[in-house]
Every structure is written in C-alpha cells, then in structure tokens.
Nanobody
C-alpha cells in the first residue's frame, strides 16, 4: 500500500512558478513510477508528467513541455513538479499517482487508468 499527499499548490500570477511536492508512505518507493495529473474546472482529468522509479525516464504532456519538470528523491520518498511560466489554463487540481513499474521507459506512463494509488490533490490557480 502507498499513501500519497500533495502540497505546494496556491495562487500565482501568470508567468510565475510553483513547486508541487508529493510525499509517499510505504516501502520500496523506488519500485513505483509516479505521475502527475490535473483536472481543470469542467474538464476531465489529464496527464501532466511522469517519472520512472529510478528517475531515469520522464514523460510530459505536450502542453507543459519546456515549462514543467518532474523529479524525485527516493531517499525522501518524494516526487516533485516544478512549474514555470504558468498560464491561466494551468489552473487545476493537481494530483500525484503511483503504480508499480520496473522499466526506465516512461512512454506508457501517461495512462491514468493504470495507476493504483492517488493523492487527494492540491489546487493551483493561475491568475491573468
């Protein structure tokens, strides 16, 4: 079992930055790929970024490439999402998720239906 808790959300002006954190409980954190997903107002949940268990592979949605960076610290059981150049359309509830994954390929980690564990989410609001 893995329990996840996000933090770091808030209100920021367009062009600003935020860093989200996701703290994980449980053992063998390095055996889990971690994903970030978001759900904006009136929208379906969508993929943002993912990182493999070792951190050797990452994957990003086209809408955030070059602006967002996912990273992890397995010694701290934590994964991060650095968000720069934020836009109003980035406004959403951001959630982290975990799934067992032993490959360093992150290509298939964009499918939210394959994740077993989810956090409660943290609100990010970007004002124009």
């Amino acid at each position: 079992q893995v329990q996840l808790a996000e933090s770091g959300g808030g209100l920021v002006q367009a062009g600003g930055s935020l860093r989200l954190s996701c703290a994980a409980s449980g053992r063998a954190f390095g055996n889990y790929a971690m994903g970030w997903f978001r759900q904006g107002p009136g929208k379906e949940r969508e993929f943002v970024a993912a990182i493999t268990g070792s951190g050797g592979g990452t994957n990003y949605a086209d809408s955030v490439k070059g602006r967002f960076t996912v990273s992890r610290d397995n010694a701290k059981n934590a994964v991060y999402l650095q968000m720069n150049s934020l836009k109003p359309e980035d406004t959403a509830v951001y959630s982290c998720a975990a799934r067992v994954w032993f490959s360093d390929s992150a290509t298939v980690l964009s499918n939210l239906h394959t994740y077993n564990y989810w956090g409660q989410g943290t609100q990010v609001t970007v004002s124009s």
